[in-house]
């Protein structure tokens, strides 16, 4: 079951997702920060919820910090 503090998390980040919707503004590390939120509170991993262009996205020039335990296998360590 979440505690609060993950479904606080879960909250903060959704609420930042819809702002930068609002603005134009999603990128690859915002949707990764909703990602790890979710994925913290369900159990699941962040490359489960990240569609096969936003881990592409991940791994390029400056790649995001990914910890393969936590986040899930991306494309290239497959």
């Keep these: 079951m979440?505690?609060?503090?993950?479904?606080?998390?879960v909250l903060d980040a959704a609420a930042t997702v819809l702002a930068r919707r609002q603005q134009q503004m999603l990128t690859v590390e915002e949707w990764?920060?909703?990602?790890?939120a979710?994925?913290?509170c369900t159990g699941?991993?962040?490359?489960?919820?990240l569609t096969e262009r936003?881990?592409?996205e991940v791994t390029t020039d400056?790649?995001?910090?990914w910890d393969g335990a936590v986040d899930?296998?991306?494309?290239?360590?497959?």
């Design 54 to 56: 936003d881990l592409e």
């Design 44 to 49: 699941q991993r962040t490359a489960d919820l």
């Design 38 to 40: 979710v994925a913290a």
């Design 62 to 65: 400056p790649p995001l910090p």
């Design 72 to 78: 899930g296998v991306l494309p290239k360590d497959a």
């Design 32 to 36: 990764a920060t909703l990602a790890r």
């Design 2 to 9: 979440a505690s609060h503090e993950h479904l606080t998390t």
